[in-house]
């Protein structure tokens, strides 16, 4: 199903550099958070609750894509969308099945607003630094 919404581009796989890879994927939230500190500490609560996921759930779903497509703003934006659409879905399945952890309008505000917004922040921000290292490691072999 992936592989017919995110074709393969001519020369695919591509090489993804670790080390830009990681700082671009580590720097997304911390940049955002550092910036937009002001705006009632959101995005300082959204490293908080979202980071884990971001790196565990965003981190693969990323490096799938870029070895198999040129990184384009939007669409690693909505591939983080979609990747926090899915993770909101699964938390929302385990919140029914197990003993309630959070209650389901607090869930749903938390992950699905508040995460939508910060996971097309963070996916904006993750493509910008990946091609500013990578152009940085390009540079340097």
């Given at each position: 199903?992936?592989?017919?919404?995110?074709?393969?581009?001519?020369?695919?796989?591509?090489?993804?550099?670790?080390?830009?890879?990681?700082?671009?994927?580590?720097?997304?939230?911390?940049?955002?958070?550092?910036?937009?500190?002001?705006?009632?500490?959101?995005?300082v609560f959204a490293?908080y609750f979202g980071?884990?996921?971001?790196?565990?759930?965003?981190?693969?779903?990323?490096?799938?894509?870029?070895?198999?497509?040129?990184?384009?703003?939007?669409?690693?934006?909505?591939?983080?969308?979609?990747?926090?659409?899915?993770?909101?879905?699964?938390?929302?399945?385990?919140?029914?099945?197990?003993?309630?952890?959070?209650?389901?309008?607090?869930?749903?505000?938390?992950?699905?607003g508040f995460g939508?917004?910060?996971?097309?922040?963070?996916?904006?921000?993750?493509?910008?630094?990946?091609?500013?290292?990578?152009?940085?490691?390009?540079?340097?072999?």
């Amino acid at each position: 199903m992936l592989n017919r919404l995110v074709p393969r581009q001519s020369g695919a796989p591509f090489a993804v550099p670790p080390v830009a890879f990681i700082c671009a994927l580590f720097g997304a939230p911390l940049v955002i958070a550092f910036f937009g500190f002001w705006i009632f500490l959101i995005p300082v609560f959204a490293l908080y609750f979202g980071g884990p996921l971001y790196l565990v759930c965003a981190g693969p779903a990323c490096y799938w894509y870029l070895k198999r497509r040129v990184p384009k703003t939007l669409e690693i934006t909505l591939l983080a969308i979609v990747v926090n659409t899915i993770v909101t879905l699964v938390l929302l399945c385990l919140n029914a099945l197990m003993a309630s952890f959070f209650r389901l309008d607090d869930l749903l505000v938390l992950y699905g607003g508040f995460g939508s917004v910060m996971s097309a922040i963070w996916g904006a921000t993750f493509c910008k630094l990946y091609v500013w290292f990578k152009a940085d490691t390009d540079k340097t072999r």
